[in-house]
T-cell receptor
Framework: EPEVTQTPSHQVTQMGQEVILRCVPISNHLYFYWYRQILGQKVEFLVSFYNNEISEKSEIFDDQFSVERPDGSNFTLKIRSTKLEDSAMYFC?????????????FGPGTRLTVL | KNEVEQSPQNLTAQEGEFITINCSYSVGISALHWLQQHPGGGIVSLFMLSSGKKKHGRLIATINIQEKHSSLHITASHPRDSAVYICAVLNTGNQFYFGTGTSLTVIP
């Protein structure tokens, strides 16, 4: 069964450093999402992406964040200058159609630890 | 303010019991998702619904748009159903809002 993959599974970085979290969505999916979950808290929506551009973004997704689909298979989340409060589990998801009509498939997550 | 409220927060059941988890939301929605988060953190989408009822195996999800309420039912619960169940809504502005989850433990 096709699945969404994410790398790395765990990333440790120093505050102020740039990180790139990588996701490989399911191959025929067209809609891509990033979510984060701070330890012990609820999942939060960051951004949705379709047709090579951001469809929606939350208040969390400020200028420090960016997303890209560089090569038609990978979908990346970049945090330019990490802060301690960026420490969280980051989940990528994809769906064939929009979240209006289709279920999303989630990756296993990347745990980001900012020291 | 929480756009999505779930109850109960924690639930312990004996194997075989019928379980209901509730979700209420305060925004106009286009769709509602029920997700399952395993102890290891992985998230699985269970249902996406915008009206009525859906069934998959022992799981049933219902939604009442007028009352802004959805329920997830598990029949004949099993220890492997132990997980956190999360309700998430897509509002009419295409923003996702998540509930805090219901932690279910099914005891053999």
């Amino acid at each position: 069964e096709p699945e969404v993959t994410q790398t790395p599974s765990h990333q440790v970085t120093q505050m102020g450093q740039e990180v790139i979290l990588r996701c490989v969505p399911i191959s025929n999916h067209l809609y891509f999402y990033w979510y984060r979950q701070i330890l012990g808290q609820k999942v939060e929506f960051l951004v949705s992406f379709y047709n090579n551009e951001i469809s929606e973004k939350s208040e969390i997704f400020d200028d420090q964040f960016s997303v890209e689909r560089p090569d038609g298979s990978n979908f990346t989340l970049k945090i330019r200058s990490t802060k301690l409060e960026d420490s969280a589990m980051y989940f990528c998801a994809s769906s064939e159609n929009s979240g209006l009509v289709d279920t999303q498939y989630f990756g296993p997550g990347t745990r980001l630890t900012v020291l | 303010k929480n756009e999505v409220e779930q109850s109960p927060q924690n639930l312990t059941a004996q194997e075989g019991e019928f379980i209901t988890i509730n979700c209420s939301y305060s925004v106009g929605i286009s769709a509602l998702h029920w997700l399952q988060q395993h102890p290891g953190g992985g998230i699985v989408s269970l249902f996406m619904l915008s009206s009525g009822k859906k069934k998959h195996g022992r799981l049933i999800a219902t939604i009442n748009i007028q009352e802004k309420h959805s329920s997830l039912h598990i029949t004949a619960s099993h220890p492997r159903d132990s997980a956190v169940y999360i309700c998430a809504v897509l509002n009419t502005g295409n923003q996702f809002y998540f509930g805090t989850g219901t932690s279910l433990t099914v005891i053999p």
